[in-house]
């Protein structure tokens, strides 16, 4: 995975799409997503686009592929998450709105409990935070190597920037858990 040093989110996307479609490896996973994507594979598709992106996730375009493939084997909270994230990095609504109100549509979830949201340039803390992040966040506050999916999209619906998403994983007691020496020692005031 390529190391990129960014001073803004817009500069971290921008600069994962031109890393991202420069990279052989990212190049050869997606060709094989087309391919199976075109014959109708949809599980060899959906692992060819998540590798991808487990290269460059910051990478917006083929999140909405990955949402896709999810949708077509009606994994539809695997598809939500895919299509928040394409949403929380720039995706053009028109790409990605119709597909992610389907999914709803098929979880019995109304948009307006958990809106769409999309990239708006602007600082980081206010930024959408998209399954990257979730994933980041949690590995940092709470030590966690991932999430199962209705755990990650929990976030995702309900925490409108990076801040709350933060401050909401700091309430969660996986935060005390994984940082208990710790903080024993700032309220014995040792820190």
Not at 113 to 136: K, M, S, T
Request: hydrophobic share 40%; charged share 30%; aromatic share 10%.
């Amino acid at each position: 995975m390529l190391t990129i040093s960014c001073n803004s989110r817009l500069e971290l996307i921008e600069t994962s799409q031109v890393a991202a479609l420069t990279d052989p490896r990212f190049r050869e996973f997606v060709e094989r997503g087309d391919r199976a994507r075109d014959q109708r594979n949809w599980i060899e598709a959906e692992a060819a686009y998540a590798a991808a992106l487990n290269l460059y996730p910051y990478e917006r375009s083929y999140w909405v592929q990955l949402g896709h493939m999810a949708k077509e084997q009606e994994r539809f909270v695997a598809a939500e998450i895919a299509y928040r994230t394409a949403c929380a990095l720039g995706a053009a609504p028109q790409d990605v709105d119709t597909h992610l109100r389907f999914v709803l549509a098929r979880q019995w979830i109304p948009e307006h409990r958990h809106p769409i949201r999309h990239f708006e340039a602007g600082p980081q803390p206010r930024q959408v935070p998209g399954r990257p992040d979730v994933l980041a966040y949690a590995r940092m506050l709470w030590g966690a190597s991932g999430m199962d999916d209705d755990d990650l999209v929990s976030f995702l619906r309900r925490y409108s920037t990076i801040d709350e998403l933060v401050a909401a994983m700091i309430r969660d007691a996986r935060f005390e858990r994984a940082n208990r020496p710790w903080l024993e020692l700032v309220r014995e005031e040792e820190l």
